[in-house]
């Protein structure tokens, strides 16, 4: 079939503008997102099947997230976009055979892009979408743990733009900024009984918090090309502090509606209405920070069709913060119409200000190597592994994040090469990669010595994902 020089021309633009737009698609669709820990998410299908190690290598439109400093050394306009699949399941049972085992399985569907574009020989600008810190539990209904967490969800969305500039031949820079949004939700029941009127058996009130908030960070990047055979890379991210604003409703679970009790004012009120006239919808506050990391890495061709890479990751996870939410009123503020006279009726006070747990996490240094080999011009096999520390301990291991150390083992293939023209002229449009990753990771069973909650947490991961990306 032959078509107009016009019509090819037309074509070349449509491609880049319908592949972008899908991507933001599927970047921004809103998802359920799920994790071992809040940093398990790769945001590069290549990456991933590498194990994450990727700060030395960083020679695609991903190297944005991993180290932006690569950026410098791709010409023309790149485009990377990724998706991934992920279901995991965590259990927690009590050691002496006790009630359990209790199951949370969220599922995922996280996406990334990433474009870079070199205006000037050595000078390239960057910019994309990624989620690096994520998380969720939903747990069986009724379980031990109800008090703490029936659910909870931590979402994260880094938008970074990067210069990257090579200094000198084979040695690059890179300075960039991260605007973060952030949100969480967190689910937990209370206990309700009347002191001076005892009811027949407490009444489990929903706490429901749902918050967002927003912050700035720096991210900075070095990669030097010491020799065609090795590379070696580092990155840095700040820390970025989220100020967290929201709301805290709350509703019984059960259906009390017949239940009365005296009242100081009239000859009864109905166990719902107190409930209802107790618990006061708050506005409440947080802050969490996401936390300073540190990577570097080295990526060895020893053969032409042979590449090794390895990484180190430090992550500052000890100034995270707690899981803590507290009201813009304090005390007897919290509803000034259950003024002192009730409380003092029904012996109720008015202490729900501040409701959470501490997370007393710790700095972590993760260790992520690859391997990929290339048994052809365009085709890439790889493999990879990731050793992950839990930024926990058994004393600050609980149903809000009971983080575990884990193992990852990840495998997968990509393929570079040419596109052509879908009219059928043969005329060569851009350059395409295409990846495909799967990984699985495993952990050992973490006991808890947490005062209640002294139970044993197990969990196991499987993503599959896929990426693509155009070269013009």
């Given at each position: 079939m032959i078509i107009s020089r016009a019509r090819s021309s037309r074509s070349r633009g449509f491609v880049p503008a319908l592949v972008f737009a899908l991507a933001m698609a599927l970047t921004l669709v809103p998802s359920r997102l799920g994790a071992d820990d809040f940093s398990f998410h790769e945001p590069s299908a290549r990456a991933a099947a590498l194990g994450g190690a990727f700060t030395a290598l960083a020679d695609d439109a991903s190297g944005l997230f991993y180290n932006p400093a690569g950026l410098a050394f791709l010409s023309g306009f790149r485009l990377k976009t990724n998706i991934a699949f992920s279901?995991?399941?965590?259990?927690?049972?009590?050691?002496?055979?006790?009630?359990g085992p209790y199951r949370t399985a969220p599922s995922e569907f996280l996406g990334s892009i990433g474009v870079s574009w070199q205006p000037f020989k050595r000078v390239t600008i960057g910019t994309g979408l990624f989620s690096p810190y994520n998380y969720e539990s939903y747990w069986t209904p009724g379980w031990s743990g109800e008090t703490l967490n029936e659910r909870n969800r931590l979402r994260s969305l880094y938008f970074r733009s990067v210069v990257a500039v090579e200094v000198v031949k084979g040695f690059a820079l890179s300075a960039g900024v991260d605007v973060v949004s952030s949100s969480l939700r967190w689910l937990h029941t209370i206990p309700f009984d009347i002191p001076n009127y005892p009811l027949a058996r407490p009444v489990d009130i929903d706490s429901s918090h749902r918050l967002h908030g927003r912050g700035l960070g720096f991210?900075?990047?070095?990669?030097?090309?010491?020799?065609?055979?090795?590379?070696?890379?580092?990155?840095?991210?700040?820390?970025?502090?989220?100020?967290?604003?929201?709301?805290?409703?709350?509703?019984?679970?059960?259906?009390?509606?017949?239940?009365?009790?005296?009242?100081?004012?009239?000859?009864?009120?109905?166990?719902?209405?107190?409930?209802?006239?107790?618990y006061a919808t708050q506005d409440v506050t947080g802050r969490l920070t996401f936390p300073r990391e540190i990577a570097g890495g080295f990526a060895l061709t020893p053969l032409s069709s042979l590449s090794v890479y390895l990484d180190v990751v430090w992550d500052r996870w000890s100034e995270f913060g707690d899981w803590i939410f507290r009201s813009v009123n304090e005390g007897a503020a919290l509803n000034p119409a259950f003024t002192a006279e009730y409380q003092q009726f029904y012996g109720l006070e008015l202490n729900y200000d501040t409701q959470g747990i501490p997370l007393t996490q710790r700095d972590t240094t993760d260790i992520k190597a690859g391997l990929e080999f290339r048994p052809g011009r365009y085709l890439a096999l790889r493999a990879g592994y990731a050793r992950r520390q839990s930024s926990v301990d058994e004393a600050g291991r609980t149903p809000v994040y009971p983080d575990l150390g884990r193992s990852i083992y990840s495998i997968g293939f990509g393929y570079e090469g040419p596109l052509f023209s879908v009219w059928g002229d043969?005329?060569?449009?851009?350059?395409?990669?295409?990846?495909?990753?799967?990984?699985?990771a495993s952990s050992a069973p973490g006991a808890s010595t947490f005062p209640g909650f002294e139970m044993t947490y197990d969990s196991s991961r499987l993503v599959f994902g896929v990426g693509a990306g155009l070269v013009f």
């Open positions: 279901t995991r399941t965590t259990t927690a049972a009590w050691p002496d055979g006790g009630p991210v900075a990047g070095a990669l030097w090309k010491v020799v065609p055979a090795l590379r070696i890379g580092a990155r840095y991210q700040q820390g970025v502090p989220i100020d967290y604003t929201g709301t805290d409703i709350f509703n019984a679970q059960l259906d009390i509606s017949g239940v009365t009790v005296p009242d100081p004012h009239r000859p009864s009120r109905r166990v719902s209405d107190l409930i209802d006239f107790y043969g005329e060569r449009v851009s350059d395409l990669s295409f990846d495909v990753f799967l990984r699985y």
